[in-house]
């Protein structure tokens, strides 16, 4: 479902230009536009899901799927071998500010852990 309200959903439809790196035939993922890392790329399924803690059961092979592409924006991006992180934010304490969900691949530096 396409969201004409939403930043994402506009991203998914073409009517904002991002730089994508990776598709699936239910996901894309595209560089985030204030990388954190040298790589920070942004994996979203293409309907309009809100965030992880509004997920259906029924969407459990579209968040397996989600999971894999980042996985495979990892490979292409170079991140295999140095590793990487996947965060999903999710509400106000996750820090969830575009309400479209998102996994962030981030790599190419060494992350402290935990994050603040
Ligand atoms: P959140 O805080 O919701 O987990 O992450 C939202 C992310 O979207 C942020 O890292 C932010 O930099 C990124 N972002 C916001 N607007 C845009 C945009 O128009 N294009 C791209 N590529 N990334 C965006
Ligand atoms: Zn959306």
Known sequence: MHDPS?????????EIPADVVHET?????????????PVHVLVIPREHV?????????????FGELML?????????GLSDSGFRTVLNSG?????????VHAHVLGGRSLTWPPG
Do not use: N
């Open 50 to 62: 809100v965030s992880l803690g509004a997920a259906e059961d029924d969407q459990a092979s579209l």
């Open 6 to 14: 939403c930043l994402f959903c506009r991203i998914v439809a073409g």
């Open 92 to 100: 106000p304490d996750g820090g969830q500010e575009v309400m479209h």
């Open 69 to 77: 592409a980042a996985r495979d924006v990892a490979r292409k991006t």
């Open 25 to 37: 035939g239910r996901t894309i993922a595209f560089r985030d536009i204030a990388p954190q890392s």
